[in-house]
């Protein structure tokens, strides 16, 4: 049995939105993506509904009782994933699988401009032994370190990273949800946050909902005549102690690219894959991820950007949208953020650079001071 993607939805994309709570940014979502499944109805034609949202970020206890009203799913099983948006995409993905559900509903939202402390929020998810006590007062000092380490061993410069800056919102500018774009801007002027990122180098965070439909292939032309097929997915949490784990490379990520490519059949993923959406929350995290997610040899990432492999019109583009440095970060629909994008450019409805556009690789990270990745494989 195949899994696809019958339809989706988003709202916000803004640094804040100010009309609509999350609950009501939820429910647009979800109206869209409804109609864009053919005019789905939630109450007949939905047999499970999957949210993936975080009481650490919501400020409210059990805040998974809010999922169920604004999508459609009163008095149905609505399952709830403190996890980034991909992993409810994971979680449908089995739940069809299975084949115990035809249609699956996956909901993620954020409202990061309601959080007035965000900074002291992230400081208080490290680790309260050995992260905590060190009263860094930056929570961007961890990803510092781990770009330091990383552009140690595998000779990565301050031009590459400027060079992944450019790109995205060179990238973002043709993307009317990156309200960050800002093609011409100059990472080298822009202030150091913690050597060596500067503030060009880190994504802003931005107020968003995004609302996809899965459904099996028994189920799926109910709903539409151009399904995008998943045909892996795959999560991955590395060792929880920053400490102890590889901080010049994320194996997290390269054990969620593995997982997904296995079940997609996929063995060399450099020349099979079309193009790639990527987490960029911090510019050297594309290098690193393109790497993990073996689309470049480890190393190799920085010198295939230079020779413009990953730009738009490339071998390989990765990150049409611009990306998080471009869109921003909406906390947990990052996943959902990147995968919504590449469906749009799969189903033709966004006309990208690329020239293949039948084979995506849709990856997630849950930023600091996480060690969980998430990947997931689509085909048209």
């Not at 249609?103 to 409202?111: I, R, T, W």
């Not at 900074?119 to 992260?131: C, E, G, K, Y």
């Not at 480890?298 to 440095?325: E, H, I, Q, T």
């Amino acid at each position: 049995m195949r899994v696809g993607i019958a339809g989706v939805g988003w709202f916000g994309f803004q640094p804040e939105v100010v009309d609509y709570s999350f609950r009501e940014m939820m429910f647009k979502a979800a109206q869209r993506a409804y109609e864009d499944a053919g005019g789905l109805d939630p109450r007949k034609d939905v047999d499970a509904f999957v949210s993936c949202q975080e009481d650490f970020w919501e400020g409210i206890a059990i805040s998974d009782e809010f999922a169920p009203d604004p999508v459609g799913g009163a008095m149905k099983s609505v399952y709830t994933v403190a996890g980034d948006g991909l992993q409810c995409v994971g979680q449908a993905y089995m739940m069809i699988k299975s084949g115990l559900f035809d249609v699956v509903v996956v909901e993620s939202h954020a409202k990061p401009s309601d959080i007035i402390t965000l900074n002291d929020v992230m400081l208080f998810a490290t680790d309260p032994i050995s992260i905590r006590p060190l009263d860094i007062g930056n929570a961007h000092a961890l990803a510092a370190l781990e770009a330091r380490a990383y552009m140690h061993k595998y000779g990565v410069t301050e031009e590459h990273l400027e060079a992944v800056v450019e790109k995205a919102h060179r990238a973002g500018a043709k993307n009317p949800r990156a309200v960050y774009a800002s093609p011409g801007r100059s990472r080298s002027s822009s202030p150091v946050v913690a050597d060596p990122l500067r503030d060009a180098d880190i994504a802003k965070f931005v107020d968003a909902a995004v609302v996809v439909v899965l459904a099996s292939d028994r189920v799926i032309r109910d709903y539409t005549d151009a399904p995008v097929w998943v045909d892996g997915a795959w999560w991955s949490t590395e060792i929880s102690s920053l400490e102890l784990h590889d901080w010049s490379f994320p194996v997290h990520a390269r054990e969620a690219a593995d997982g997904a490519y296995a079940q997609a059949k996929i063995t060399d993923p450099a020349k099979e894959v079309g193009f790639a959406e990527v987490d960029n929350r911090y510019s050297f995290k594309e290098l690193q991820h393109v790497e993990a997610l073996r689309l470049a040899p480890v190393g190799a990432a920085k010198d295939l950007m230079a020779d413009g492999a990953f730009c738009p019109g490339g071998r390989l583009p990765v990150n049409l949208s611009g990306g998080a440095l471009a869109e921003g970060v909406p906390f947990e629909v990052h996943g959902l953020a990147r995968l919504s994008y590449a469906v749009a450019v799969m189903r033709g409805d966004i006309k990208a650079q690329v020239d293949r556009r039948e084979v995506a690789v849709i990856h997630s990270w849950r930023g600091v001071p996480t060690t969980t990745s998430v990947v997931v494989v689509l085909r048209t």
